[in-house]
Protein backbone atom coordinates (compact mmCIF):
# COMPACT_ATOMS: atom_id res chain seq x y z
CA UNK A 1 0.00 0.00 0.00
CA UNK A 2 2.91 2.52 0.88
CA UNK A 3 4.36 1.48 -2.53
CA UNK A 4 1.55 2.15 -4.29
CA UNK A 5 1.47 6.08 -2.55
CA UNK A 6 5.03 6.35 -3.48
CA UNK A 7 4.17 5.81 -7.10
CA UNK A 8 1.40 8.24 -7.21
CA UNK A 9 3.36 11.15 -5.03
CA UNK A 10 6.14 10.50 -7.76
CA UNK A 11 3.66 10.90 -10.65
CA UNK A 12 2.42 13.88 -9.32
CA UNK A 13 5.52 15.44 -8.62
CA UNK A 14 6.69 14.69 -12.39
CA UNK A 15 3.67 16.27 -13.82
CA UNK A 16 3.67 19.35 -11.91
CA UNK A 17 7.32 19.78 -12.65
CA UNK A 18 6.46 19.23 -16.68
CA UNK A 19 3.24 22.03 -16.10
CA UNK A 20 5.82 24.30 -14.50
CA UNK A 21 8.26 24.21 -17.30
CA UNK A 22 5.82 24.39 -20.15
CA UNK A 23 4.26 27.70 -18.43
CA UNK A 24 7.76 28.93 -17.97
CA UNK A 25 8.51 28.34 -21.70
CA UNK A 26 5.16 30.04 -22.98
CA UNK A 27 6.25 33.23 -20.55
CA UNK A 28 9.89 33.40 -21.74
CA UNK A 29 8.47 33.50 -25.29
CA UNK A 30 5.77 35.90 -24.55
CA UNK A 31 9.22 37.94 -22.33
CA UNK A 32 11.32 37.41 -25.72
CA UNK A 33 8.36 38.63 -28.05
CA UNK A 34 7.60 42.06 -25.99
CA UNK A 35 11.34 42.78 -25.68
CA UNK A 36 11.58 42.26 -29.93
CA UNK A 37 8.51 44.72 -30.16
CA UNK A 38 10.40 47.50 -28.19
CA UNK A 39 13.70 46.80 -29.73
CA UNK A 40 12.65 46.79 -33.13
CA UNK A 41 15.87 48.86 -34.60
CA UNK A 42 19.26 48.54 -34.11
CA UNK A 43 21.48 51.67 -33.67
CA UNK A 44 24.05 51.92 -36.03
CA UNK A 45 26.54 54.64 -37.08
CA UNK A 46 26.86 55.58 -41.12
CA UNK A 47 28.87 56.70 -43.29
CA UNK A 48 28.29 57.58 -47.07
CA UNK A 49 30.37 56.52 -50.38
CA UNK A 50 31.47 59.64 -51.81
CA UNK A 51 34.02 59.90 -54.36
CA UNK A 52 37.14 62.19 -53.48
CA UNK A 53 41.19 62.28 -53.59
CA UNK A 54 42.67 59.93 -51.68
CA UNK A 55 46.41 60.71 -49.99
CA UNK A 56 48.74 57.74 -51.03
CA UNK A 57 50.04 57.47 -47.84
CA UNK A 58 49.58 54.57 -45.34
CA UNK A 59 49.90 53.19 -41.85
CA UNK A 60 51.78 49.88 -40.79
CA UNK A 61 52.27 48.46 -36.85
CA UNK A 62 55.07 46.55 -35.63
CA UNK A 63 57.83 45.61 -33.38
CA UNK A 64 61.31 47.21 -33.00
CA UNK A 65 63.66 44.85 -33.24
CA UNK A 66 67.68 45.27 -32.58
CA UNK A 67 70.04 45.63 -35.82
CA UNK A 68 71.83 43.13 -33.83
CA UNK A 69 71.42 40.17 -31.47
CA UNK A 70 73.45 37.12 -30.40
CA UNK A 71 72.93 34.32 -27.65
CA UNK A 72 76.80 34.20 -27.01
CA UNK A 73 77.83 30.36 -26.45
CA UNK A 74 81.06 28.70 -25.65
CA UNK A 75 83.27 27.41 -27.72
CA UNK A 76 85.70 25.38 -25.46
CA UNK A 77 84.89 23.50 -22.04
CA UNK A 78 86.34 25.06 -19.29
CA UNK A 79 85.84 26.38 -15.96
CA UNK A 80 84.94 30.33 -15.85
CA UNK A 81 87.55 32.02 -13.25
CA UNK A 82 86.42 35.90 -13.92
CA UNK A 83 83.40 37.53 -15.37
CA UNK A 84 84.25 41.34 -16.08
CA UNK A 85 80.46 42.37 -17.10
CA UNK A 86 77.12 42.25 -15.55
CA UNK A 87 73.78 43.19 -17.12
CA UNK A 88 73.26 46.44 -18.94
CA UNK A 89 76.84 47.16 -19.37
CA UNK A 90 77.49 48.61 -22.55
CA UNK A 91 80.63 47.00 -24.12
CA UNK A 92 83.32 47.50 -27.39
CA UNK A 93 83.73 44.75 -29.91
CA UNK A 94 86.91 42.87 -28.87
CA UNK A 95 86.07 43.45 -25.27
CA UNK A 96 86.95 40.80 -22.51
CA UNK A 97 83.70 39.48 -21.13
CA UNK A 98 84.68 36.39 -19.30
CA UNK A 99 88.43 34.49 -18.74
CA UNK A 100 88.27 30.44 -18.64
CA UNK A 101 91.02 29.04 -16.90
CA UNK A 102 93.74 28.18 -19.41
CA UNK A 103 96.65 26.59 -17.21
CA UNK A 104 97.35 23.76 -19.16
CA UNK A 105 96.79 25.43 -22.47
CA UNK A 106 98.77 28.19 -21.86
CA UNK A 107 101.84 25.40 -20.79
CA UNK A 108 101.23 24.05 -24.72
CA UNK A 109 100.81 27.44 -26.02
CA UNK A 110 104.66 27.89 -24.41
CA UNK A 111 106.00 24.27 -25.54
CA UNK A 112 104.42 25.04 -29.08
CA UNK A 113 106.28 27.90 -29.47
CA UNK A 114 109.64 26.25 -28.25
CA UNK A 115 109.23 23.81 -30.63
CA UNK A 116 108.82 26.70 -33.24
CA UNK A 117 112.26 27.96 -32.87
CA UNK A 118 113.62 25.03 -32.75
CA UNK A 119 112.54 23.87 -35.93
CA UNK A 120 112.98 27.23 -37.16
CA UNK A 121 116.82 27.75 -36.50
CA UNK A 122 117.43 23.66 -38.02
CA UNK A 123 115.57 24.98 -41.33
CA UNK A 124 118.14 27.93 -41.18
CA UNK A 125 121.00 25.72 -40.62
CA UNK A 126 120.12 23.30 -42.99
CA UNK A 127 119.35 26.20 -45.58
CA UNK A 128 122.87 27.72 -45.11
CA UNK A 129 124.42 23.98 -44.68
CA UNK A 130 122.45 23.04 -48.20
CA UNK A 131 124.60 26.49 -50.01
CA UNK A 132 127.77 24.78 -49.15
CA UNK A 133 126.44 21.28 -50.01
CA UNK A 134 126.85 20.34 -46.42
CA UNK A 135 123.18 18.50 -46.84
CA UNK A 136 120.92 17.37 -49.66
CA UNK A 137 117.71 18.86 -51.23
CA UNK A 138 115.80 16.24 -49.29
CA UNK A 139 116.79 16.96 -45.81
CA UNK A 140 116.51 20.67 -46.48
CA UNK A 141 113.22 19.77 -47.53
CA UNK A 142 112.11 17.59 -44.40
CA UNK A 143 113.56 20.43 -42.09
CA UNK A 144 111.38 22.53 -43.89
CA UNK A 145 108.26 20.74 -43.49
CA UNK A 146 109.11 20.07 -40.00
CA UNK A 147 109.57 24.12 -39.40
CA UNK A 148 105.47 24.65 -41.21
CA UNK A 149 104.15 21.62 -39.11
CA UNK A 150 105.65 23.40 -35.95
CA UNK A 151 104.35 26.88 -37.13
CA UNK A 152 100.68 25.41 -37.40
CA UNK A 153 100.84 23.93 -34.23
CA UNK A 154 102.53 27.23 -32.62
CA UNK A 155 98.96 28.82 -34.68
CA UNK A 156 96.47 26.72 -33.38
CA UNK A 157 97.92 26.79 -29.39
CA UNK A 158 97.40 30.41 -29.37
CA UNK A 159 93.86 30.48 -30.94
CA UNK A 160 93.12 28.03 -27.69
CA UNK A 161 95.23 30.62 -25.55
CA UNK A 162 93.14 33.55 -27.03
CA UNK A 163 89.76 31.42 -26.50
CA UNK A 164 90.45 31.12 -22.85
CA UNK A 165 89.23 35.32 -22.85
CA UNK A 166 86.05 35.71 -23.98
CA UNK A 167 85.27 38.90 -26.25
CA UNK A 168 82.67 40.68 -27.28
CA UNK A 169 81.84 40.12 -31.17
CA UNK A 170 80.45 43.33 -31.96
CA UNK A 171 79.25 46.20 -29.84
CA UNK A 172 76.10 46.81 -27.76
CA UNK A 173 74.41 45.87 -24.55
CA UNK A 174 74.68 42.84 -22.47
CA UNK A 175 70.98 42.31 -21.96
CA UNK A 176 71.44 38.86 -20.38
CA UNK A 177 74.31 36.98 -18.41
CA UNK A 178 74.29 33.18 -17.86
CA UNK A 179 77.25 32.37 -16.22
CA UNK A 180 79.08 33.42 -13.05
CA UNK A 181 82.51 32.51 -11.38
CA UNK A 182 82.67 28.72 -11.36
CA UNK A 183 80.41 27.91 -13.95
CA UNK A 184 81.92 24.50 -15.81
CA UNK A 185 81.35 25.76 -19.70
CA UNK A 186 81.02 22.99 -22.19
CA UNK A 187 81.72 23.37 -26.03
CA UNK A 188 79.36 20.61 -26.69
CA UNK A 189 76.67 21.00 -26.54
CA UNK A 190 77.53 24.59 -25.98
CA UNK A 191 76.61 26.57 -22.69
CA UNK A 192 75.18 29.95 -22.97
CA UNK A 193 77.26 33.11 -21.76
CA UNK A 194 75.89 35.75 -23.28
CA UNK A 195 72.82 38.07 -24.91
CA UNK A 196 74.25 40.81 -26.78
CA UNK A 197 71.79 43.46 -28.29
CA UNK A 198 72.91 46.33 -30.49
CA UNK A 199 70.51 49.50 -30.10
CA UNK A 200 72.45 52.07 -31.35
CA UNK A 201 70.57 51.12 -34.68
CA UNK A 202 66.82 49.42 -34.57
CA UNK A 203 64.72 47.75 -37.49
CA UNK A 204 60.89 47.86 -37.54
CA UNK A 205 59.35 45.16 -38.64
CA UNK A 206 55.78 45.61 -39.98
CA UNK A 207 53.37 43.90 -42.66
CA UNK A 208 51.84 45.71 -45.93
CA UNK A 209 49.15 43.89 -48.27
CA UNK A 210 49.75 43.51 -51.70
CA UNK A 211 48.29 46.92 -52.80
CA UNK A 212 50.71 48.91 -50.73
CA UNK A 213 54.26 47.09 -51.51
CA UNK A 214 53.59 47.90 -54.77
CA UNK A 215 54.26 51.40 -53.73
CA UNK A 216 57.48 50.58 -51.79
CA UNK A 217 61.49 49.69 -52.67
CA UNK A 218 64.41 49.67 -51.06
CA UNK A 219 65.53 52.82 -49.60
CA UNK A 220 62.23 54.38 -49.65
CA UNK A 221 62.29 57.11 -46.44
CA UNK A 222 59.53 56.13 -43.67
CA UNK A 223 58.71 57.97 -40.70
CA UNK A 224 58.19 55.98 -37.58
CA UNK A 225 56.88 56.61 -34.50
CA UNK A 226 57.22 54.72 -31.27
CA UNK A 227 54.22 54.12 -28.91
CA UNK A 228 55.46 55.10 -25.70
CA UNK A 229 56.85 58.72 -27.73
CA UNK A 230 54.09 59.89 -29.57
CA UNK A 231 55.27 62.95 -29.75
CA UNK A 232 58.69 62.39 -31.13
CA UNK A 233 59.28 61.44 -35.32
CA UNK A 234 62.36 59.42 -36.05
CA UNK A 235 63.64 58.85 -39.77
CA UNK A 236 64.11 55.73 -41.20
CA UNK A 237 64.24 53.42 -44.45
CA UNK A 238 63.37 50.59 -46.22
CA UNK A 239 65.92 47.83 -45.90
CA UNK A 240 64.21 44.60 -46.82
CA UNK A 241 60.88 43.64 -48.67
CA UNK A 242 60.00 40.14 -48.58
CA UNK A 243 59.69 38.50 -51.95
CA UNK A 244 56.84 36.22 -50.56
CA UNK A 245 53.99 36.81 -49.06
CA UNK A 246 52.97 35.12 -44.98
CA UNK A 247 50.41 32.77 -44.64
CA UNK A 248 47.78 36.29 -44.11
CA UNK A 249 48.91 37.09 -47.46
CA UNK A 250 50.72 40.19 -46.26
CA UNK A 251 54.54 40.88 -47.27
CA UNK A 252 57.10 41.50 -44.21
CA UNK A 253 58.85 44.67 -44.60
CA UNK A 254 62.12 46.15 -42.20
CA UNK A 255 62.54 49.35 -41.77
CA UNK A 256 65.86 51.37 -40.27
CA UNK A 257 65.71 53.51 -37.94
CA UNK A 258 68.56 56.09 -38.17
CA UNK A 259 68.46 57.82 -35.35
CA UNK A 260 67.48 56.72 -31.88
CA UNK A 261 69.56 59.02 -29.61
CA UNK A 262 70.15 57.89 -26.00
CA UNK A 263 68.81 54.22 -26.97
CA UNK A 264 65.69 55.64 -26.22
CA UNK A 265 63.49 53.25 -28.37
CA UNK A 266 63.95 49.26 -27.01
CA UNK A 267 63.85 46.45 -28.64
CA UNK A 268 60.09 44.86 -28.39
CA UNK A 269 58.08 48.19 -28.33
CA UNK A 270 55.65 49.19 -30.45
CA UNK A 271 56.12 51.45 -33.37
CA UNK A 272 53.97 53.20 -36.60
CA UNK A 273 55.33 53.63 -39.45
CA UNK A 274 53.96 56.36 -41.89
CA UNK A 275 54.46 55.39 -45.49
CA UNK A 276 54.29 58.64 -47.59
CA UNK A 277 53.77 59.70 -51.11
CA UNK A 278 54.77 62.91 -52.99
CA UNK A 279 51.14 62.20 -55.18
CA UNK A 280 47.79 62.06 -54.63
CA UNK A 281 45.54 59.42 -56.23
CA UNK A 282 42.77 60.85 -58.60
CA UNK A 283 38.63 60.88 -57.71
CA UNK A 284 37.77 57.73 -55.97
CA UNK A 285 34.81 55.99 -54.79
CA UNK A 286 35.34 55.25 -51.12
CA UNK A 287 33.71 54.64 -48.03
CA UNK A 288 35.68 54.32 -44.38
CA UNK A 289 37.59 51.24 -43.81
CA UNK A 290 35.18 50.13 -40.62
CA UNK A 291 32.42 49.73 -43.03
CA UNK A 292 33.25 45.91 -43.82
CA UNK A 293 31.74 43.00 -41.98
CA UNK A 294 35.25 41.39 -40.43
CA UNK A 295 37.57 42.61 -42.47
CA UNK A 296 38.50 44.08 -45.80
CA UNK A 297 39.27 40.86 -47.66
CA UNK A 298 35.48 39.87 -46.96
CA UNK A 299 34.22 42.41 -49.23
CA UNK A 300 30.96 42.74 -47.38
CA UNK A 301 28.97 45.73 -46.18
CA UNK A 302 25.76 46.83 -44.62
CA UNK A 303 24.08 49.10 -46.64
CA UNK A 304 20.96 51.47 -45.01
CA UNK A 305 17.73 51.22 -47.66
CA UNK A 306 14.76 53.01 -46.32
CA UNK A 307 15.32 52.09 -42.50
CA UNK A 308 16.64 48.12 -43.32
CA UNK A 309 20.09 47.05 -43.28
CA UNK A 310 20.82 45.33 -46.28
CA UNK A 311 24.06 43.22 -46.65
CA UNK A 312 25.80 43.61 -50.05
CA UNK A 313 28.43 41.69 -51.56
CA UNK A 314 31.25 44.59 -53.18
CA UNK A 315 34.37 44.93 -54.73
CA UNK A 316 37.32 46.60 -52.68
CA UNK A 317 40.28 48.18 -54.03
CA UNK A 318 43.01 49.75 -52.86
CA UNK A 319 43.59 50.55 -49.14
CA UNK A 320 44.54 54.39 -48.22
CA UNK A 321 44.80 54.62 -44.67
CA UNK A 322 41.35 54.42 -43.19
CA UNK A 323 39.82 54.46 -46.53
CA UNK A 324 39.35 51.75 -49.16
CA UNK A 325 38.71 52.42 -52.61
CA UNK A 326 35.25 50.67 -54.00
CA UNK A 327 35.85 49.33 -57.56
CA UNK A 328 32.03 47.92 -57.93
CA UNK A 329 28.83 47.34 -56.11
CA UNK A 330 28.18 50.56 -54.34
CA UNK A 331 27.50 54.46 -55.89
CA UNK A 332 27.99 57.86 -54.27
CA UNK A 333 25.61 58.92 -51.41
CA UNK A 334 25.11 55.08 -50.43
CA UNK A 335 25.01 55.04 -46.87
CA UNK A 336 26.79 51.89 -45.44
CA UNK A 337 26.99 50.97 -41.41
CA UNK A 338 30.33 51.74 -39.66
CA UNK A 339 29.38 50.89 -36.52
CA UNK A 340 27.21 48.20 -34.72
CA UNK A 341 27.54 45.50 -37.63
CA UNK A 342 27.92 42.68 -34.80
CA UNK A 343 24.44 42.72 -34.29
CA UNK A 344 23.22 42.89 -37.99
CA UNK A 345 21.94 40.24 -39.86
CA UNK A 346 20.30 41.00 -43.74
CA UNK A 347 17.16 42.95 -43.77
CA UNK A 348 17.55 44.19 -39.89
CA UNK A 349 15.89 47.55 -38.83
CA UNK A 350 18.20 49.76 -37.83
CA UNK A 351 18.06 53.22 -35.98
CA UNK A 352 20.51 56.10 -37.48
CA UNK A 353 23.08 57.44 -34.38
CA UNK A 354 24.21 61.00 -35.34
Known amino acids: ?15 GTVVTLINNKKKNAEDTAIVAEQNASVSVRVATAATSAIDADFVANGNFAPSQELNFAAERSGKVISVLVKEGDYVAKGQTL ?4 GDIIGVEAQTANANYQNALNDYNRFESAYKTGGVTKQQLDQA ?3 MVNAKSRLTQANINLSDTKVKAPFSGIINKKYIEVGTILSAMPPTQMFEIVNLSALKLKVSVSENQIAQLKIGSPV ?9 K ?14 ASLNFPIEIAVTNNPNNEIKAG ?12 QPQLLNIPRNAFVGSVSSNQVFVV ?3 VAVLKKIVAGRVFGDKVEI ?3 LKEGDVVVTSGQINLTDNTKVTIVK
Not at 1 to 15: H, S
Not at 223 to 231: E, G, L, Q, R, Y
Not at 272 to 280: C, P, V
Request: charged content about 20%.
Open 1 to 15: MKKTIYIIIGVALVA
Open 98 to 101: AIIR
Open 144 to 146: RIN
Open 223 to 231: KVKASVFPD
Open 233 to 246: EYSGKVVFIAAKAD
Open 269 to 280: MYGTATFGSSTK
Open 305 to 307: ENG
Open 327 to 329: LDG
